[in-house]
C-alpha cells in the first residue's frame, strides 16, 4: 500500500474510533455539590440553581411534583429547606421556583393537556379552546359552567372538562362515572343540570381503568401546580398559556372567554 494511501487509512480509522467513542458516551448529568447531591439521593429532583441573597446558594428541586427550594450554606456543608423572606416578610422563595420549575412546566403543558381525559363541552370546531380542571362536586366550577354558557351556547368556545377527584369522598366516583358514561359529554351537561339535587351518582366500586383516568387527571392537576378548582388553562393573544386559579369574573372572564 503506498504511503499516502496508508497515512489517509489510519486517519479514517481515527476518526471512526472518535466517533465511536463519543456515541458511546452517556449524556453527563449535572454536577451538583455534595450537600445538594445527597438530597438527589434522598429522592428529590434538582432542577437548577439559582442565586439567593444572603450568602447561600439556592437550588430549584422537586419532591414528586411539588416545588422545594434549598439553600446552601456558604461552607457547602449545610442544606436548608424551606423557604425565605426578606426583612419586610416578602417570599423570596416563591418566584425563584415559579422561574425555575412552574413556569416551563406550565408553558410545555398544552400537548399534556390535549392527551388528558377530558369531556369536550362545547363545538369541536370553535375558534378557542380551554382546559378545565373540574371537580364534579366543587360549586365554584358549577359557578363557571353556567357563567361560561354565553360563549359555549354560541359556539365561540369548547371548555375540555378534565374531571379530577379531589374534594369529597364521592368526587372520584362522579368523576370515574363521567368518563365511562356513553355520551360523557351528554352526561356531564345532565350532572351540571342537577349539580344542586347531587348530579351525577357516582360508580362504586370504581373500575381499575377508570380509576387510573381520574388518578392521571388528579396527577397533571397536580403537575401544573394548581391547587384549587376549577383551575382553567388557557391560552392568551399572544400564545402563552395562562392559568386562573378559581372563578374568573368580569375583565378576567371575558379576557379568557373572548368575545362572545
Known sequence: ??????????????????????????????????AIQQMADKGLTIVKAFDAPGGVQGYAAKAGH??????????????????MLDDQGHNL??????????????????PQLAASNWIADGNDNAPRTIYVFTDPNCP??????????????????QLRQIVVGVLRPSSPGKAAALLA??????????????????????LDP??????????????????????GTPGIV??????HIQIQQGVPQGHTLREIMGPR
Open 1 to 34: 500500500m503506498p504511503v499516502a494511501r496508508f497515512i489517509r487509512f489510519l486517519v479514517l480509522l481515527m476518526i471512526v474510533a472518535t466517533t465511536s467513542a463519543a456515541a458511546a458516551t452517556p449524556e453527563s448529568k449535572p454536577s451538583w455539590p455534595p
Open 140 to 157: 365554584y366550577c358549577h359557578k363557571f359552567y353556567e357563567d361560561s354558557r354565553p360563549w359555549v351556547r354560541s359556539g365561540k368556545v
Open 234 to 239: 388557557y391560552k392568551d393573544a399572544d400564545g
Open 181 to 202: 358514561a356513553k355520551d360523557p359529554s351528554a352526561a356531564y351537561r345532565r350532572h351540571e343540570k342537577h349539580y344542586r339535587t347531587g348530579g351525577i351518582k357516582p
Open 66 to 83: 411539588t416545588p422545594v427550594a434549598l439553600y446552601l450554606t456558604p461552607d457547602g456543608k449545610h442544606v436548608i429547606v424551606g423557604t
Open 206 to 227: 370504581v373500575p381499575e381503568a377508570m380509576q387510573n383516568q381520574v388518578v392521571a387527571n388528579n396527577t397533571l392537576m397536580s403537575a401544573l401546580s394548581i391547587r
Open 93 to 110: 422563595t416563591g418566584p425563584a421556583l415559579d422561574a425555575a420549575i412552574v413556569a416551563p412546566q406550565q408553558q410545555n403543558a398544552w
